[in-house]
Nanobody
Framework: SQLVESGGGLVQPGGSLRLSCEASGFTLDRYAVKWFRQAPGKEREGVACISRLEGITYEVPARGRFFISRDNAQNAVYLQMNKLLLEDTGVYSC?????????????????WGNGTLITVSS
């Protein structure tokens, strides 16, 4: 059982990317899923969370630019990232929590992906 992120890459400032977080070996619809990111030399920070009932919370850097969604038929959660900034560069990871709600508790995550790298550069 695992989470696998995809969709990262090199993008220019102002561009867009869509990240995917796909679950295999378990059913993701019972879980809340949260995206985190870690910039070079910085601590990991939360980006956006979607509950099993599709309640959504966004951290400040993501508000108005990023949009999280889920497709239970695909067993996946997505992060649409628009108007990307240089400071959005980092490794983006997703995690699944069995509590099922957002804001996600800080402990008790059951699954983590390995992350996908986003580089925003001109």
């Amino acid at each position: 059982s695992q989470l696998v992120e995809s969709g990262g890459g090199l993008v220019q400032p102002g561009g867009s990317l869509r990240l995917s977080c796909e679950a295999s070996g378990f059913t993701l619809d019972r879980y809340a899923v949260k995206w985190f990111r870690q910039a070079p030399g910085k601590e990991r920070e939360g980006v956006a969370c979607i509950s099993r009932l599709e309640g959504i919370t966004y951290e400040v850097p993501a508000r108005g630019r990023f949009f999280i969604s889920r497709d239970n038929a695909q067993n996946a959660v997505y992060l649409q990232m628009n108007k990307l900034l240089l400071e959005d560069t980092g490794v983006y990871s997703c995690t699944a929590h069995p509590a099922g709600y957002c804001p996600m508790p800080e402990t008790g995550m059951e699954y983590w992906g390995n992350g996908t790298l986003i580089t925003v550069s001109s």
